[in-house]
C-alpha cells in the first residue's frame, strides 16, 4: 500500500496533510496519534471509505477511490464501535457476514466453525452478541472482518474499550493472521501496542511527524533522558518547568522523568538547578521509550518557555 500527498480537508481545516506512507505485506503497521491527528480519516481514506481531497493512493495493486468496489471484497474493516448486530447470536452475525460476501454456503459453515475456534467463541456460538463483554465482542469483531480471507485488515481503535489481558491476546491474534500474510494497518493509543509494531506512523495535525520501526524511532530520539529521584518529585518538576532544554516531564510513582534537548542539558547541571530550588536530588540518564518519542514528535515547541 503506497500513499503520496494524502490529504483531505474539512472545510478550512486540514484533517490530513500530505501524508506519505508505505506499507508492506504482511506487516503490523500502527497508526498512533493525539486525538483529532487524523487517524481514523486517513485509514477511512485508504480503504476506499472517503474521497481524498488530493493525492494518490495505490492499495493491492488498485488506485483508490477510482477502484474502492474492487478493493471493498478484498480488505476488512473493524473500527472501535461494535458494528455487529447486538441482537443476532454469535453464529448469526457470521453467517449474515458470510453471506454479504456472497461465500457459498457449503464453505461459509466451516469457515465459520474454524473462526469460533480461533477466536474463542465456539462455546458462545448461540450467545446474543448484545450480551457479551467488550473482550468478546471485539473478537467476535475480528471475527467477523475477516469472514472472507481479506488480504489488508484496517482495524480503527480495535481496542479501546477492552482490559490489558484481552488487548494482548487480541494483539496475538493479529500477529497470528499477519503471520499468514495479512497486512494489517491499526491505530492505536496504547504505547504497548505500537511497540510491537513491525512498524510505525505517528500523526500529529494530519501531518506525518515521525515512520519506522518503534526501536529505530527510539534510538533517533534526538532527545536525552534523565531519570530524578528525590523526596519531592512534584516540587522538583515545578522548579524545572521553564528551565531551557527541557522538553517535557513526567511523575512515574516517585522518579521525575524529563525529556530534554541533547546538548543542552547534563546530569550536572539538573542537579543544580534543582539544589538552587532547594532540593537535593540524584540524576541519571534512562533510556527512550516509545512515549518519549510520541511526546517529542508531538510535542508543540512554542508552549516552551525559554
Ligand atoms: N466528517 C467530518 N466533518 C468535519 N470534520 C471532520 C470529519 N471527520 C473528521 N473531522 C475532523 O478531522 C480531524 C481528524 O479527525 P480524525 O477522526 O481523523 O482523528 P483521529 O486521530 O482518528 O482522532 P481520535 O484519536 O480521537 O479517534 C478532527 O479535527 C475531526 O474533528
Redesign the pocket.
Known amino acids: 500500500m503506497v500513499a503520496r500527498g494524502l490529504t483531505r480537508r474539512?472545510g478550512s481545516?486540514v484533517?490530513v496533510d500530505n501524508v506519505e506512507l508505505t506499507v508492506g505485506k504482511a506487516q503490523v503497521y500502527g497508526f498512533l496519534?493525539?486525538?483529532?491527528?487524523?487517524?481514523?480519516?486517513?485509514i477511512r481514506m485508504l480503504c476506499g471509505l472517503l474521497l481524498p481531497s488530493a493525492g494518490d493512493i495505490q492499495v493491492l495493486g488498485l488506485s483508490i477511490p477510482r477502484d474502492a468496489e474492487a478493493l471493498k471484497r478484498r480488505i476488512g474493516y473493524m473500527t472501535q464501535k461494535f458494528s455487529l448486530y447486538e441482537d443476532l447470536t454469535v453464529q448469526e452475525n457470521l453467517e449474515f457476514l458470510a453471506a454479504v460476501h456472497d461465500i457459498p454456503r457449503a464453505h461459509s459453515k466451516t469457515r465459520i466453525d474454524e473462526l469460533l475456534a480461533r477466536y474463542w467463541l465456539h462455546d458462545r456460538r448461540h450467545q446474543l452478541a448484545g450480551t457479551m463483554s467488550g473482550g468478546q465482542k471485539q473478537r467476535l469483531a475480528l471475527a467477523g472482518s475477516v469472514v472472507h480471507r481479506p488480504e489488508l485488515l484496517f482495524l480503527d481503535?480495535p481496542t479501546s474499550a477492552v482490559d490489558p489481558q484481552s488487548r494482548r491476546e487480541f494483539w496475538d491474534s493479529l500477529f497470528e493472521l499477519a503471520d499468514a500474510g495479512t497486512t494489517i494497518l491499526v491505530?492505536t493509543?496504547y504505547m504497548d501496542e505500537a511497540e510491537r509494531c513491525h512498524r510505525l506512523a505517528i500523526?500529529d495535525e494530519?501531518r506525518l511527524v515521525a515512520d519506522g520501526a518503534p526501536a529505530h524511532l527510539c534510538a533517533a530520539l534526538p532527545h536525552s533522558v534523565w531519570l530524578i529521584q528525590c523526596d519531592a518529585p512534584r516540587r522538583a518538576q515545578q522548579a524545572l518547568e521553564h528551565s531551557t532544554g527541557i522538553v517535557a516531564m513526567a511523575q512515574i510513582g516517585a522518579q521525575l522523568r524529563v525529556l530534554a534537548e541533547r546538548d543542552s542539558v547534563s546530569a550536572r547541571t539538573l542537579e543544580q538547578r534543582l539544589s538552587q530550588a532547594g532540593i537535593q536530588a540524584h540524576v541519571e540518564a534512562g533510556a527512550p521509550n516509545l512515549e518519549d518519542v510520541f511526546v517529542a514528535a508531538t510535542h508543540d515547541p512554542s508552549e516552551d518557555a525559554a
Open positions: 474539512f481545516l484533517a496519534g493525539p486525538n483529532g491527528s487524523g487517524k481514523s480519516t486517513t481503535e491505530s493509543h500523526l494530519g
